[in-house]
């Protein structure tokens, strides 16, 4: 069965490297797994994103975007490196998503920069980020700084790929259920929420706790 894959690209530049690698995250896990790509690329959204973060009305284009993404079998995220971190624009279109949206959807996170120093926005800005919106986060993430893209560097870097998006294609399909939708509580893509168990514990208020044992006493 054919798995949706979205890749979502913050870069600035028209090409940019962080096209480029994204391009090569999808066709390496296309590789691996029958999948549908769509790219989002949020230079074309970034308007709209802005305009969605003071008026909270989001445009149709945006509104398609973070559809396609809460409803996805996989996301690849990549993200330019800024002041040493993810840009504010990619920063700003997964602020406009709802926290609890991309619960247990598996991402593979990926950076590009002008330096290898730079790597560890990877673990220090982007790993945090997802594990905030438990998402899955794929053990392999990617990042290329400008040296990988030369000839030396790129078996390097075509090897990273390979190992992150085998990492991704293996939990295509894996999401245990799909978010909450965010204005009627029902669940994402029609499906009816979980019915409430009628086993749970009911919780005692702690004073009277503390007044059955004064009676014990």
Known sequence: ?????????????????????????????????????????????????????????????????????????????????????????????????????????????????GTARHSLVLEHAMRPLFAYLRAVVVPTAVYAASEDWASDGDGALAARVDRAAAELAALLGARPGRPLHPADGTEHLGEPREPARADVMEVVPFAQQLAALAVEG
């Open 1 to 113: 069965m054919t798995k949706q894959l979205v890749v979502v690209t913050a870069g600035l530049g028209k090409p940019s490297s962080t096209r480029l690698l994204a391009d090569r995250l999808a066709a390496a896990t296309a590789r691996h797994a029958d999948v549908d790509v769509q790219v989002i690329e949020l230079r074309e959204l970034a308007t709209d994103i802005a305009q969605n973060m003071v008026t909270g009305f989001p445009s149709p284009p945006l509104s398609d975007a973070v559809e396609a993404v809460t409803s996805a079998d996989g996301l690849i995220a990549v993200t330019p490196v800024f002041t040493g971190s993810y840009s504010g624009l990619f920063k700003s279109f997964f602020d406009v998503i709802d926290k609890d949206a991309l619960t247990g959807l598996p991402v593979l996170a990926a950076a590009t920069g």
